[in-house]
């Protein structure tokens, strides 16, 4: 049997890249997927799509710097299930900048979404898995959460931060799983949100030639996924095959 059949896995900022991927990709192994982000329209059309191809998919609004918004989309998955097994903390920000040009409304853009938007999806779904004794939060880092570059240091830091957490997390927590996905460059709409030039000029010269589709980190999270109960994948790092970065 499939071990990701009929699982309930819930995915933030599902309505692009990653997220959206990994919906699909779950989805189509037989999983129940519950999506949110803020763009409503990408979600009714990705739950259409994943229906019409025989999956079983539900979407919900949510703004994961919203405590509010995250336990009611948690409510949401358990009314429609009974029951959440695994949520993917993957919505993220990253208008990249150097430190001197003090985007501080991006630097808290950042801390709200990559940072507070992890902590407040672990908060909406810890005391369902503390009542059930078991559960799988998956938390999406980055190889920035491994390393630093200029212009990078606010991203890299929540980043750095959404890896600590995720350990102290492991470490606190006997019955639950806890994995960190750090994907390379991935074909996204991430870089998009980078408004200082020289930065938008240097991620597409330097990142933007071998890129990981997003389907490749959708595998990533099934595989940590689909293994037996007792073991926990803690981490995994995917690149392309000819990044050095």
């Known amino acids: 049997m499939n071990p990701i059949a009929q699982k309930v896995v819930l995915i933030t900022g599902a309505s692009s890249g990653i ?109 369902h898995f503390a009542d059930r004794k078991e559960g799988q939060i998956v938390n999406v880092s980055s190889i920035a959460g491994h390393h630093v570059w200029p212009s990078c240091a606010v991203y890299s830091g929540t980043k750095f931060a959404v890896r600590a957490i995720s350990e102290g997390l492991r470490q606190e927590s006997k019955d639950i799983r806890v994995t960190i996905i750090s994907p390379g460059a991935v074909e996204s709409e991430l870089a998009d949100s980078i408004t200082s030039p020289a930065t938008a000029a240097a991620v597409a010269e330097h990142f933007r030639q071998d890129m990981l589709a997003p389907d490749a980190v959708a595998r990533s999270v099934a595989y940590a996924i689909e293994q037996p109960a007792d073991v926990d994948v803690n981490e995994i790092t995917i690149r392309p095959v000819r990044s050095f970065n």
């Open 19 to 127: 997220g959206e991927a990994t919906a699909r990709h779950l989805a189509a192994e037989g999983a129940k997927v519950v999506v949110g982000a803020r763009r409503t329209e990408r979600l009714e059309r990705l739950v259409a799509e994943i229906r019409s191809a025989g999956g079983i998919a539900d979407f919900h609004t949510l703004d994961v710097t919203s405590l509010e918004s995250m336990r009611a989309i948690a409510a949401f998955a358990l009314e429609l299930y009974g029951r959440i097994d695994v949520w993917v903390n993957n919505a993220g920000v990253m208008p990249l900048s150097p430190m001197a040009e003090l985007r501080v409304d991006e630097w808290n853009r950042m801390i709200d979404v990559n940072l507070r938007g992890v902590l407040h999806g672990i908060a909406a779904v810890l005391p």
